[in-house]
């Protein structure tokens, strides 16, 4: 049995690693290559690029690129169509997997694409190339699922590793025990991004928020995670920018840790909205935009909310704060009520406990016997 995946990303290597790991449990025999990161590699994949060449962000560092990432694919395409495995799986990573899928599976290569581009919420007309490029998408998401049934493209909704690995219940004490908190201060985890250009755009937002905060509560305490040095180093250049001390620590990784030790956070959408959500934390979601950008996507996207907890409730759970209502007042009393509020707070939290158990499906394991029932139907 050969494996061939591709993955492009550090959270993709993470998600093949793990399914690799099960693959193995029904295949001990099987060789896995491709493309992927250390952690698909510890578990013995060949990699024939580095990831780090497929990770590519930004229009003008991907036209820079451009030719590199078309001879890769190429060259995969011609290997694997001279010497086919038995299945090829593309782990996200959209833009290169689905061309290499559709190529493979038109020379009778079975194909998986694993983690469903946001189809549901924009370009829905991908779908159409989807459908000629996959014989089977595993969504970490229900409502993913749901719209790809509706499409009639072959589908299994697999679950969401993060749903597997962070406990039902993450209580507060323990966390700030372990960054050296007050036990018994109010705490707002302020979250503005990963990215230097995310930390530009909302940093300054969010401190300006906790400002306005401690005017009518001094006592609130503040504390904001950070990826690495250079993000350290931004974030407190912005605060050391505050006339008055700002009661804030930053706090290098730890992400995680710093969500439980919070009553409340305030942070920019993305895949934090669902950890804060499996951790059961109220939450205000912000965003801003390039003017241009933003005017572009709301005439592009068709969904009514951004943030995950919303889309998987279906309706406002938390509030969505973006672009021009992205202001200080406005962030600091839809934060303040989540602070006060114990009732709303509890009926938030039973409806994360639900969405919690819904993603909770060992997605490992539930990836690796669809791909396997896949391999069967051949």
């Not at 049995?1 to 193995?24: C, P, Q």
Request: charged share 25%.
């Amino acid at each position: 049995m050969r494996i061939a995946l591709v993955a492009g990303e550090t959270s993709g290597d993470m998600l093949g690693a793990g399914l690799i790991r099960s693959l193995k449990e029904k295949y001990p025999e099987a060789t896995f290559e491709g493309i992927g990161g250390p952690m698909m590699q510890s578990e013995g994949m060949v990699s024939f690029v580095p990831m780090e060449r497929l990770s590519v962000m930004g229009l003008v560092e991907v036209l820079g690129r451009l030719f590199e990432l078309i001879n890769v694919r190429k060259k995969l395409v011609r290997d694997w169509i001279a010497n086919p495995p038995d299945v090829f799986i593309g782990i996200d990573a959209p833009d290169f997997n689905l061309g290499l899928e559709q190529q493979l599976r038109t020379a009778g290569i079975k194909t998986v694409h694993y983690v469903s581009p946001s189809v549901w919420a924009w370009r829905q007309k991908r779908v159409l190339k989807i459908e000629k490029a996959v014989d089977l998408m595993l969504t970490l998401f229900p409502f993913e699922a749901r719209f790809y049934e509706n499409h009639k493209v072959p589908v299994r909704f697999v679950g969401h590793h993060l749903a597997d690995k962070i406990p039902f219940e993450t209580p507060k004490t323990p966390a700030r025990e372990n960054l050296g908190l007050e036990l018994n201060k109010k705490t707002v985890c302020l979250m503005p991004g990963s990215r230097g250009s995310e930390v530009s755009r909302l940093g300054k937002l969010f401190l300006d928020t906790a400002s306005l905060m401690l005017k009518k509560d001094p006592d609130l305490r503040f504390i904001i995670p950070v990826p690495g040095v250079e993000r350290r180093d931004q974030v407190e250049q912005l605060v050391n920018e505050y006339p008055e001390v700002l009661p804030v620590k930053i706090i290098l990784g730890q992400s995680q840790t710093c969500m439980a030790a919070a009553d409340v956070i305030l942070l920019a959408s993305g895949t934090a909205t669902l950890e804060a959500m499996l951790m059961k934390r109220p939450m205000v979601v912000s965003y801003r935009l390039a003017p241009l950008t933003y005017w572009i996507l709301k005439r592009m996207v068709t969904q009514e909310f951004i943030s995950l907890p919303n889309l998987l409730a279906g309706r406002e759970v938390v509030p969505e704060l973006l672009q021009h209502d992205a202001q200080p007042e406005k962030l600091a009393a839809a934060l303040a009520e989540r602070l006060e509020d114990n009732d709303t707070v509890h009926q938030l939290q039973e409806t994360f406990q639900f969405i919690h158990r819904q993603l909770q499906r060992n997605a490992d394991e539930e990836a690796a016997e669809a791909i396997s029932q896949l391999l069967k139907s051949r």
